[in-house]
């Protein structure tokens, strides 16, 4: 698999796990664990997790191969890419370690600006990598 591949999987995985939060939140669930997609929640978060975990790495060696005079440009966003990562992963892993996930606390972690940021961050690194795809 390629880094651009690797990327495209990382975004896609969080895309789809806001997606389902959306849905998620609407539903006026209380409790994760009395709910059929109360189990799928989890599965989509701890996927986005993992994405948003190994999404700088991914990116840093897709950097590392580009000519030098583009790869500065990479390397900044890089960084930016990193902290907002880190802390939307914060957020995300404190809601997966509850016991009892309610439409509410979904809710809260989707308006967190430190998880729009990081997917504010993916929306722009997914176009540049489809962009890259097409080239």
Not at 75 to 88: C, G, N, S, T, Y
Request: some cysteine; hydrophobic content about 50%.
């Amino acid at each position: 698999m390629t880094e651009l591949e690797k990327i495209q999987n990382h975004c896609d995985a969080i895309e789809e796990w806001y997606e389902f939060m959306l849905a998620y939140a609407a539903q006026g669930i209380a409790d994760d664990r009395e709910s059929q997609h109360g189990s799928q929640l989890r599965e989509f978060l701890a996927k986005a997790v993992a994405a948003a975990t190994d999404l700088p790495e991914a990116y840093s060696a897709m950097a590392a191969a580009l000519p030098p005079a583009v790869s500065p440009r990479y390397i900044r966003f890089l960084e930016v890419l990193k902290e907002d990562a880190v802390k939307a992963l914060v957020a995300m892993e404190l809601v997966l370690a509850q016991l009892n996930i309610s439409s509410q606390l979904i809710d809260n972690l989707n308006a967190s600006l430190h998880v729009r940021t990081l997917l504010t961050d993916i929306f722009l690194l997914d176009e540049i990598v489809r962009q890259q795809r097409l080239s």
